[in-house]
């Protein structure tokens, strides 16, 4: 168990809706990273949160956004659903003390959309 | 940006020979290289991982080198075991922002 959750595991949904995806961290990690993983694109990074800020961006899409909220939990909005968001979404966090940041990968929501 | 590349996609060998994980990467100014192992329905774990300034690191059977030069790191597993089957994926970062993932290897590891 690496400490970091998401909810909820699996989510089922059509094309067109709107769905939120939540990450809490490990205790005292402030860096949140959220990837999709599917079967033909591996992989992608989509964003990273630091603290509340947003750090860094990747591959991600107009229609996706996230926030990481005072608490640190973060939150990752798809909306506009199409077939292709079909995908494991994975939240890591970590800690990013100088000279480690070793990430810590929950254990993913699948989304489908049908 | 950053893009990296995974060889082979696919590996399979006999329980206690070695494997071998290759990836090359196209950023020089990349810095941190992580290795992660994914099982079936889990999210990817760190294995082990080496900073630009060092060329080779270990851990009992796992051990990661790296050549700045050819921009190419790899991953070897020695006397792999049965556990050893899974997917791993091989990372790389500047600073610990954005993290280019390599397409993956499957392992299968045969007793």
């Known amino acids: 168990d690496s400490g970091v959750t998401q909810t909820p595991k699996h989510l089922i949904t059509a094309t067109g809706q709107r769905v939120t995806l939540r990450c809490s961290p490990r205790s005292g990690d402030l860096s949140v990273y959220w990837y999709q993983q599917s079967l033909d694109q591996g992989l992608q990074f989509l964003i990273q949160y630091y603290n509340g800020e947003e750090r860094a961006k990747g591959n991600i899409l107009e229609r996706f956004s996230a926030q990481q909220f005072p608490d640190l939990h973060s939150e990752l909005n798809l909306s506009s659903l199409e077939l292709g968001d079909s995908a494991l979404y994975f939240c890591?966090?970590?800690?990013?003390?100088?000279?480690?940041?070793?990430?810590?990968f929950g254990p993913g929501t699948r989304l489908t959309v049908l | 940006g950053e893009n990296v590349e995974q060889h082979p996609s696919t590996l399979s060998v006999q329980e206690g020979d070695s494997a071998v994980i290759k990836c090359t990467y196209s950023d020089s100014a990349s810095n941190y290289f992580p290795w992660y192992k994914q099982e079936l329905g889990k999210g990817p774990q760190l294995i082990i991982d080496?900073?630009?300034?060092?060329g080779e690191k270990k851990d009992q059977r796992i051990a990661v080198t790296l050549n700045k030069t050819a921009k190419h790191f790899s991953l070897h597993i020695t006397e792999t075991q049965p556990e050893d089957s899974a997917v791993y994926f091989c990372a790389a970062t500047y600073n610990f922002n954005k993290f280019y993932f390599g397409s993956g290897t499957k392992l299968n590891v045969k007793p």
């Open positions: 890591a966090s970590s800690v990013e003390i100088s000279g480690t940041d070793t990430q810590y």
């Open positions: 080496i900073r630009s300034n060092v």
